[in-house]
């Protein structure tokens, strides 16, 4: 493929959101440099950041970049002041959920793999986690999260009502069926079907378009059983499909497997444009230390990558990070007693990627790395 110009648009948002997503970024002019192509990368605001600034989550500015954008990357959003203060009229996460509405993003997708050389820092056994490697595909603009909520007119109850259509079950369920017939080809529904009727229609729709991949195996699953099934054989899995809260529920239980949050990746898809964005949130805490894991952020721009088709350049960040992994250039959380920062994580992996003639490395690379490159 010849050179290719592409906008992305950046949210780096906030807590340590900001410095990840500066070095996924960084990783990103590395492939673009490597392979002849132009990325326009382009910081906007969003979250706590956003509120301090305009008083809006999600200035009228950032939805129209995102707009124009072929895709978004986003780091983190979410501020201690607003999560302790039930008061609070506008939050951060109102954003993302407008920024989810507004762009149509329908279908949350989350691999979860348990590397090798991490697999100690899991709270799972080894030989359990040994060799997962599944995606998550989650609904994420129906059910019960959007349907009609609201108080009993006396006030002593409430309901919320999860709604969904044909429709929308139809093009997650495409996009997990093609994602499963280009893996191990085995596809898991998980759902309630033997108590709600939502989960009856999601069965209905998938078992007709089953007919479609004739070699995608597909299992069905209650969700209670899905989430024990995570837990004692997680290696079973390649694709679950799933609604909207059973999907929230179910890809956090399964990120522990890879014993770090700090190392998973997550796409939100819709018709237009398609978010990407690490899943371990703000981290207030961490914020300004250099002790952030950008792995997430950095395997999330490999998923934008690939979703803008550019399959060798995704590949080779993926091989850059496994290299980092190997080599044990990692922050705080994963190698305490020898830590990287923050910053000379996503140089070396920026730098393997510039320069991956020079495979043999050694120690001292990073530091000059992180001295010479970008």
């Not at 392979?35 to 999600?58: K, N, Q, W």
């Not at 959920?97 to 793999?113: D, E, F, Q």
Request: aromatic share 6%; hydrophobic share 40%; charged share 25%.
């Amino acid at each position: 493929m010849g050179m290719v110009s592409k906008k992305i648009a950046v949210l780096p948002g906030d807590g340590i959101g900001p410095e990840v997503c500066r070095q996924a970024v960084k990783v990103l002019q590395a492939v673009a440099e490597r392979f002849g192509h132009r990325f326009e990368m382009r910081s906007h605001l969003m979250g706590a950041c956003a509120i301090d600034a305009t008083g809006d989550p999600l200035p009228e500015a950032t939805l129209t970049a995102c707009r124009e954008a072929d895709a978004v990357l986003l780091g983190a959003i979410g501020d201690p002041k607003y999560d302790n203060d039930p008061s609070a009229k506008v939050r951060p996460e109102q954003g993302l959920l407008r920024l989810r509405k507004s762009l149509g993003l329908y279908a949350n997708i989350r691999p979860v793999t348990a590397y090798d050389v991490l697999l100690n820092h899991s709270p799972l056994k080894r030989e359990r986690i040994q060799g997962t490697d599944m995606v998550i595909f989650r609904e994420l603009t129906g059910g019960i999260y959007f349907g009609e909520k609201g108080r009993t007119a006396d006030g002593t109850g409430a309901y919320d009502h999860c709604t969904y259509s044909r429709d929308e079950i139809l093009r997650i369920a495409h996009l997990a069926f093609k994602a499963a017939a280009g893996r191990r080809q085995k596809l898991t529904l998980v759902d309630k079907a033997n108590v709600l009727e939502t989960s009856r229609l999601w069965r209905e729709v998938v078992r007709e378009m089953a007919a479609q991949y004739p070699e995608v195996e597909v299992d069905y699953l209650f969700v209670d059983n899905a989430a024990m099934q995570i837990i004692l054989n997680p290696t079973q899995f390649d694709v679950i499909l799933t609604e909207n809260m059973f999907g929230d529920i179910i890809s956090d239980e399964a990120s522990v497997i890879a014993g770090s949050m700090g190392l998973l990746p997550s796409a939100s898809v819709g018709a237009e444009v398609a978010l990407f964005e690490p899943i371990h949130g703000s981290y207030p805490q961490a914020k300004g230390k250099g002790i952030a894991n950008p792995i997430a952020a950095i395997l999330s721009a490999a998923m934008l990558l690939e979703h803008l088709e550019l399959n060798t350049e995704a590949a080779m960040v993926r091989e850059a990070v496994d290299e980092a992994l190997h080599n044990g250039i990692l922050t705080q959380e994963l190698s305490p007693n020898a830590p990287y920062s923050t910053e000379e994580v996503g140089s070396y992996i920026a730098f393997w990627i510039a320069d991956s003639n020079e495979k043999q490395w050694n120690k001292n690379n990073v530091e000059i790395g992180a001295s010479t490159i970008i």
